[in-house]
């Protein structure tokens, strides 16, 4: 069976492209956040601005910085900013940035092109950190082909269904320990106008490699469908993807929130919050939103795992992790700060600072074990770590996989292929084409990549 491993990836070619052309920025004497470069006893740091980044970005100063004399010069953006940043620095091996955020998708990819510094080194004389607290499946998706350590989490996640206890139990409804996905489009249909202007469900209708087509691709999984099959042949004209988005297009457009097409997990999120929907299916991280102490819903939201079909288990894996730039000039200080930044003693300043629902979790065991936080997040925390334990990023679907990866293909060219099948889904789903004029040319789509891996 051909591997991702057999073959030196594109990404050399089409990232380090895009990076070439800015190379003159990013060397020479252009500098990072607040004007200071990398170096002595500062190092950069490039991240996504998610909420629990910025609230990192906050206590740094006060307790890593005071404790090890390291300054941290923080470049924080909107994540598809950071993404094409990070790229165009690493590729270029710039090293202007020492540590940046990357996700379980990019840190092979980046390993495989040696644009990292593995991190056994590190791990090995930092015993403190302990490693094997580390669930299993963060551990295994941010490990290169080599078989060491490219990253380390700073949270996870998977994904899961959440309800609405309250009008479930209105509606004399129950929802099953494993729902099916025909399941729950039946409660969806029930619970349309539960309340003055409620639609059933909530799903990502936005176009985004990373928004609609990650809780869409877990449906095709468990329907039966992938994107290729293990000899790099396109499959998004088979049956099963067909069936899949189709359901999941007549789901949305039927009983999902106005707007769908523009919808993804922040509008979602919202949606939820505001009790303008019953159900929604996404990431597990959103459960501390909407049992956050201020949320209106708090204390009526209910969880279950990711619906299935043909599958045992459907939930997708993720997550934020830190890398260490190759040509960082300062490796042995970024260490340091990915590690504080990663520990279980930054979760417990999180924890005693800002507040438990805050704290990064979904990559600690210890975590899971902490009474504090099983208190605050007692609604959805096992129902988080079972979900994260459970998933199968090598194996997600019914068939052989050429390439990891449960919501995304862990390869390059995944980013632009999934960016352009998500523009034609989303379409369909505002009604300007049917799904299957949408799969036709995604397909098209698809089989130029198959050109590119067959028989390797």
Known sequence: ????????????????????????????????????????????????????????????????????????????????????????????????????????????????????????TYVAKDPGYDEEDILGPMRESLTGDD?????????????????????????????PEHPTWTQVAGFAEKLDGAEPGMKGICLRGLPGWGEIMAPLTTVVNTFGGTWFD??????????????????????VREHGESGAAQSGFAEC????????????????????????????????????????????????????AWGIQKASRNADKAWKFVSW?????????????????????????????????????????EMTRKAIEGAKPKDPGLQPRPAPGIQFVGIPEFTDLGTKVSQEISAAIAGRQSVEEALKKSQQLAEQISEEYEGR
């Open 1 to 120: 069976m051909p591997t991702q491993s057999r073959r030196r990836p594109r990404v050399t070619l089409a990232m380090a492209a895009a990076g070439t052309l800015l190379a003159p920025l990013l060397t020479g004497c252009w500098v990072g956040a607040g004007g200071a470069g990398s170096g002595g006893n500062a190092i950069n740091v490039l991240m996504v601005n998610n909420p629990q980044m910025v609230e990192l970005q906050k206590l740094t100063a006060d307790h890593f910085t005071k404790d090890t004399g390291i300054k941290v010069n923080f470049t924080v953006l909107p994540e598809n900013d950071v993404r094409d940043k990070i790229s165009q620095d690493f590729a270029n091996q710039a090293g202007q940035y020492d540590v940046a955020t990357l996700s379980n998708y990019e840190i092979p990819i980046y390993a495989r092109n040696d644009w990292l510094h593995e991190m056994n």
């Open 147 to 175: 078989g060491k350590l490219y990253g380390q989490p700073f949270y996870g996640e998977s994904s899961f269904l959440m309800y609405r206890k309250d009008l479930f139990a209105e509606a004399g409804l129950k929802m």
């Open 230 to 251: 293990q000899d790099w042949q396109a499959r998004l004209d088979s049956p099963e993807w067909e069936k899949a988005t189709k359901f999941y297009v007549d789901l």
């Open 269 to 320: 999120l919202n949606n939820m919050t505001q009790g303008k929907v019953a159900m929604w299916y996404d990431a597990t991280s959103a459960a501390g939103s909407l049992d956050a102490a201020d949320s209106p819903v708090k204390g009526k939201i209910g969880y279950a795992p990711a619906p299935v079909e043909k599958t045992d288990s459907a939930g997708w894996l993720y997550t934020w």
């Open 341 to 381: 930044a990663s520990s279980k003693e930054y979760e417990q300043l999180v924890g005693d600072e800002i507040g438990w629902s805050n704290v990064p979790a979904g990559k600690r065991a210890s975590t899971y074990e902490n009474p504090a936080y099983v208190k605050e997040a007692a609604a959805f925390q």
